[in-house]
């Protein structure tokens, strides 16, 4: 699966500050639902919780992966953050975040594009000159450039 082509420069901030997981998924939503991948905002910030709450999507390395099945998405979506600040994410690492990828996906689609979104972004992200890369990039246009495999 090519990840660039659900993530859109309009879905990538690569300066975003957020006290919180909640409100770091929340403001992540929202570039989402601006790109217009969401049908109702509210319901997927509360599915991609529900998810967050019964385990953390902190996947260590400074990584979260927050993701939600929902029926407020449209479309297959994908956005990316870089923090200002690291946000405490509840990581299997114990460190906090200092990038994620937020994946939304209509209920309907949920079984394969899921898994299959969800498992080529952590292939690479395992790699730390992946990680580096998306760590030094300057521009959306540089992580699409990174995503583009």
Same mark, same amino acid.
């Given at each position: /699966?090519? =990840? +660039?082509?659900?993530?859109?420069?309009?879905t990538i901030e690569l300066n975003m500050t957020a006290a919180t997981k909640e409100e770091a998924i929340a403001k992540m939503a929202a570039l989402v639902g601006n790109a217009g991948f969401l049908s109702d905002q509210d319901q997927y910030v509360?599915?991609?919780? =529900?998810?967050? $709450?019964?385990?953390?999507?902190?996947i260590g390395f400074?990584?979260? =992966? %927050?993701?939600?099945?929902?029926?407020? *998405?449209?479309? +297959? #979506?994908? #956005?990316? +953050?870089?923090f200002a600040e690291p946000v405490e994410w509840a990581s299997m690492d114990g460190q %906090?975040?200092? /990038? #994620?990828?937020?994946?939304? *996906? %209509?209920?309907?689609? +949920? $079984?394969?594009?899921?898994?299959? =979104?969800?498992?080529?972004l952590a292939r690479k992200l395992i790699h730390e000159s992946f990680r580096q890369t998306l760590t030094d990039a300057a521009s959306a246009e540089d992580v699409l450039k990174a995503l583009d495999f």
């Open positions: /699966m090519n =990840i +660039a082509s659900i993530l859109r420069t309009e509360k599915d991609v919780l =529900i998810r967050e $709450g019964s385990s953390s999507t902190g400074g990584v979260a =992966i %927050p993701h939600g099945k929902s029926s407020g *998405v449209k479309s +297959a #979506a994908l #956005a990316f +953050a870089k %906090p975040v200092t /990038m #994620a990828f937020l994946i939304g *996906v %209509p209920v309907e689609q +949920a $079984g394969q594009e899921h898994l299959k =979104i969800l498992t080529t």
